[in-house]
């Protein structure tokens, strides 16, 4: 076989790569060595910002087969006929460590797809969790940074996230999934993943239902217990990237089955809860799950930087027939996820291999860093013009809807909606069994023991209080444990 030339970024080739040119044997090193300059100019860049949350991620690529028509729900050409497919690209990850970070922390996972359709690639953001902590996207920052670290000590801190959660009774259903053994699932292969959030469909006829995603594995649910996944941390802090690499690489591809849940706009008026509350799900008696297709995950990318970290995903990125819903926490997502990406990957990231769409893109963007003229080459950069043949096509219109009020205010999150108790309730009496309740309390008491200052007594109390307005069992047993003493009070009243 022919050898390659060794070359600079430039093409030309080159011979000395190991040896620096130097005054004599000893140096000293001549600045005139290029060289040696473009090498350790470019290995000082080879990073990029690292994700402020899922930080530790693993991805791949895969297919996704439509298997059942919802054709009835949505206008999407991918979901137009069954046996449609598509290629796509999947991250899983933690939220909130770093990137060198245990994969196997008790931590919500990132479950983010992106289907590369011939309408455009959308991309579906979710988690292993069909809920979340807060339920508007200003708190978000504020959210994350107890997730994060003390900025004096640069420690992770129990008192700051169990202070937040206290102080936000809405996080109470996200709280008892992660300390439950679904906060350390065994790798990506053993989890569900969900949209989380509401999303909407639009059919042929421009009429709107409301929806929720699904994914649900076909590897059986698998998880650790809080020592497994210590014990794991230690032992292999990149265990689910290796379990999920070695799967795809032995030909055991894993799958997951896509599944929606469908509310009318009727339905919605009269749901229980807020429909587009994050914080809540729709039970699955009264919105059953509705078989969609199938994700088979079965090429691990050749370059884990250029594919897995340079990988953006959006809730904005929708294609025809999906759009978004009145979700607040969506609503934040629209904006920052985007604004995310031009940070730290930049302006152009789309049209990197992995973000790229397939298909056409035909726009009026233009420069920027890392731009590639490949598309558009000598196009105008304006519009209206008498040039190009780019025409606006009026069946991707936007979908046409009134609002129910047009009164603009800061209104609280909570008025009408401040039952922070029924769903978590239900989750640790109804979903969970007697031995997921007793892990799920072991891992409260190995968290909250955490708590420590001046304000323990009062940060423990309030939590308390929400647990014992959930359930008064749980309560009982996490209090009892935290040798407190208990009080009607207590019982009865959350602050």
Known sequence: MDSKKLTLSNGAPYFEHQDSQTVGPRGPVLLQDFILQENLAHFVRER???????????????????????????????????????????????????????????????????????????????????????????????????????????????????????????????????????????????????????????????????????????????????????????????FAQEDLCNAIENGDFPKWTMYIQVMTEEQAKDFRWNPFDVTKVWFHDDFPLIEVGEMELNEVPVNYFAHVEQSTFSPSSLINGISFSPDKMLQGRLFSYPDAHRYRVGVNAHQLEVNRCPFAVNNYQRDGYMADSSYYQDKPNYHPNSFDDIKADSDYKSFEYELDSAHVASYNRNDNDSDHYTQPGLLYSKAMNAEDRDRLIQNIIGSMKGISGPKKDEIINRQLCHFFRANIELGMKVASQLNVNIDANMMNHSK
């Not at 069954?82 to 245990?102: H, I």
């Not at 289907?115 to 988690?127: A, H, K, R, S």
């Not at 940074?145 to 809405?170: G, I, Y």
């Open 48 to 238: 990029i910002p690292e994700r402020i949350v899922h930080a530790k991620g693993s991805g791949a690529y895969g297919t996704f087969t439509v298997t059942h028509d919802i054709s009835q729900y949505t206008k999407a050409k991918l979901f137009s006929k069954v046996g449609n497919t598509c290629r796509m690209f999947a991250r899983f990850s933690t939220v909130g460590g770093e990137k060198g970070s245990a994969d196997t922390a008790r931590d919500p996972r990132g479950f983010a797809l992106k289907f590369y359709t011939e309408d455009g690639n959308w991309d579906l953001v979710g988690n292993n969790t069909p809920v979340f902590f807060i339920k508007d996207a200003k708190k978000f920052p504020d959210f994350i940074h107890t997730q994060k670290r003390v900025p004096k000590t640069n420690l992770k801190s129990a008192t700051m996230m169990w202070d937040f959660w206290s102080l936000n009774p809405e996080s109470l259903h996200q709280v008892l999934i992660l300390m439950s053994d679904r906060g350390t699932p065994y790798g990506y292969r053993h989890m569900h993943g969900f949209g989380s959030h509401t999303f909407s469909m639009i059919n042929e006829n421009n009429e709107r239902v409301w929806v929720k995603f699904h994914f649900k594995t076909k590897q059986g649910v698998k998880n650790f217990t809080d020592d497994e996944a210590v014990k794991m941390a230690g032992k292999n802090p990149d």
